[in-house]
């Protein structure tokens, strides 16, 4: 009696995982620190010792019945309204508590807010290569995922086709900027381009588009740049964020959407979230570790790690010929393969332990992504690795 | 473009939280000390000290990269081993690991176990009074809640009501023992007689019938009894549960989906979860809070004062004249209002800051809730008040 939709997605194995299952067992034979394993988004530095103080603080400190009591469904009242200070004070926005709602991560706010402006049946629009997780987050609310071909001259949106495949049907379009995986950051070019773009349609065809705009890597952001903030250009905007990067605690699922306060049913967005989590049981994050993040809202982990690794990444890429976009943040590469197939470019880089993602459960065959989320010994250790990978398989 | 649906729900407002703020403002004007707030089913005894020594523990010592690392899917495989253990010991079962799926409490667990087993125009069927929650949990995976009337006499299953009301469209049933909101804890002899009905039902309809078991408050059970373990019972069995009142967690979520090792499908119902999950964004519980409870698996909060909390409003209620049932477990009693409208009844009770809660949202009018997780001093104190208002308003 289970429902075979899922029974289905039960057997669309993940590529990254099954990777990863590959470095793990290739490092119980020669050491973990031998496999050059660029699988997993996981960070590799520590959260500030800051956000580990804070939950000891409070676990000595609080009462233990108030500090582990129920959350509200929308989050806790003064959590809210400190991450919406923080927004304010940083992109110049005028949240106020009522517009944020609080997520476990990036993907409970992403599957939130493509629920709550979306119904069964319309297109959701977003951009290759893409992160495959998208396809269930909006597949299961009934809407329909469809990918715009990536504009791979510099990963910032491919109009041309973006606009050959709009049409009425479409009422969000999502963005992940930076990118994950080509390391792109949108620049205000590109995202006064798509507002301007998406103000004209809904003038077109009289109803709301919603830009949902997926940020987990905002503060990952390389050359000392800030990445535009995109709700700063569109007002119906939903801003999804999540803490597993930018503080280190990917397990710990914490996030929020962030509704322009210009948006329309600004003030009801995240009570509508709300209902919706109540729906699929999501209710809140866990009440330590919203109060934990909102000690630490304006501080970030050492990101200083991935730039360099990325520098130093880059360098060998292109001195071994490889066609490559230099990333503006993030901490990953989105290489050109040196063959048509990604999948056997990666499975003939398995034999020099280096463990590469093939881009096509991306949307966007023929590359590969290299999450560098290791330590930068062990990415100068790979150098050579891959110079006899290019050398003796492509040469 | 927010679906209507969503807007909707929003108008249903909930009693006991309408309730629960009256509390509040009029705590501010007599002091919450006075006020005599039966609304809120919040635990009113601390998490044990291990918990927060268990934490800290892990903050301090532990590899942050790691501890807050990543949690897959399904939970971490060494809490999900610990507690297929713990169950096994406790109830003569045979859980592995593969059984175990963490949620975000025992809401995450239901919703993720309705939509596992269920599909969209199946009936689900509970039994009144049920926890009101139920219909967006269930309602938001496009089966149907249907409601079996009470059997006001004891609160054990109206088999008649649900016999009449079964039929093959049924494919799942969510019980809820102990009870919210009666503290009705089902006898070995309820549950043999359900097992067998299911049973004889699958065989008539060909059909898997799956009994989805809502048991958050299993630990809370009176007289030194053990409430019967509802999966030793039926085979096709979900049993979700939730720390929140076992160990005074409500706000931290975690609970998790139990699949009896011989239920249809067995070793896919945990992996199905996950991928329900992965559509809901919900992911996994906070990796932190997942260590930390298999670390106090086979431990609860000090329940004791509920007990004592129980029999001090049982005697004053009967001698008052109040028809009701004796609670088996729970923090829960619920007696028949002095008068046919519950609601009436409630509003009058304010009047003594009496905080009741009138039964017509669980699906059986005519009743009141009180949740006696309070300090037993005042629950002492609330005595006067309940003479006065019984005194004042009905003789």
New interface residues.
């Given amino acids: 009696?289970?429902?075979q939709e899922?029974?289905e997605?039960?057997n669309g194995k993940s590529v990254i995982r099954e990777l990863f299952t590959f470095a793990t067992e290739r490092g119980k034979e020669i050491g973990y620190d031998n496999v050059f394993d660029y699988s997993?988004g996981?960070?590799?530095?520590?959260?500030p010792a800051y956000f580990?103080e804070c939950?000891?603080d409070m676990?000595?400190n609080e009462?233990?019945?108030k500090?582990?009591?129920?959350?509200p469904s929308l989050g806790i009242p003064e959590v809210r309204a400190t991450i919406a200070d923080s927004l304010n004070r940083r992109f110049g926005m005028n949240y106020t508590m009522e517009h944020i709602f609080m997520?476990?991560?990036a993907?409970?706010?992403?599957?939130?807010a493509v629920?709550?402006?979306?119904?069964p049946g319309d297109t959701v629009l977003t951009f290759a290569p893409f992160f495959p997780?998208y396809k269930?987050?909006i597949?299961?609310?009934g809407a329909v995922l469809k990918v715009v071909p990536a504009n791979t001259e510099n990963f910032q949106i491919n109009f041309e086709k973006f606009e050959e495949m709009f049409d009425e049907n479409v009422?969000a379009v999502l963005v992940n900027t930076p990118n994950n995986p080509t390391g792109a950051t949108y620049s205000a070019a590109t995202l006064k381009k798509l507002a301007d773009f998406l103000y004209d349609k809904q003038k077109e065809y009289g109803?709301?588009i919603?830009l949902i705009s997926d940020e987990p890597y905002r503060e990952i952001v390389f050359n000392g740049a800030d990445a535009p903030y995109v709700s700063k250009f569109y007002d119906n905007s939903l801003s999804c964020y999540s803490y597993s990067k930018s503080l280190?605690?990917?397990?710990?699922?914490?996030g929020y959407v962030a509704a322009n306060p210009k948006c329309?049913?600004a003030p009801?967005?995240a009570?509508?979230c709300s209902?919706?989590s109540?729906?699929?049981?999501?209710?809140?994050?866990?009440?330590?570790?919203q109060l934990a993040v909102a000690k630490c809202v304006d501080m970030t982990s050492d990101l200083s790690v991935y730039e360099t690794n990325m520098e130093i990444l880059y360098k060998e890429l292109v001195s071994l010929g490889f066609e490559v976009v230099k990333p503006g943040g993030t901490f990953y590469i989105f290489p050109k393969a040196l063959e048509d197939d990604a999948v056997a470019f990666c499975e003939k880089a398995k034999k020099y332990d280096l463990v590469l993602v093939p881009s096509d459960s991306f949307g966007c065959p023929g590359y590969f992504r290299m999450a560098y989320c290791v330590q930068t010994e062990k990415v100068e250790r790979s150098l050579e690795a891959l110079r006899k990978f290019v050398k003796n398989e492509y040469r």
């Fill in positions: 009696m289970i429902r899922y029974k997605m039960l997993l996981n960070p590799s530095v520590p959260t580990n939950m000891i676990l000595k009462d233990p019945v500090l582990h009591g129920y959350s997520t476990t991560g993907a409970g706010a992403v599957a939130h629920r709550c402006v979306t119904k997780e269930p987050y597949n299961m609310t009422t109803h709301d919603f280190s605690l990917p397990g710990e699922r914490i329309t049913d009801l967005i009570a509508i209902q919706i109540r729906g699929t049981g999501h209710n809140c994050p866990p009440s330590i570790i």
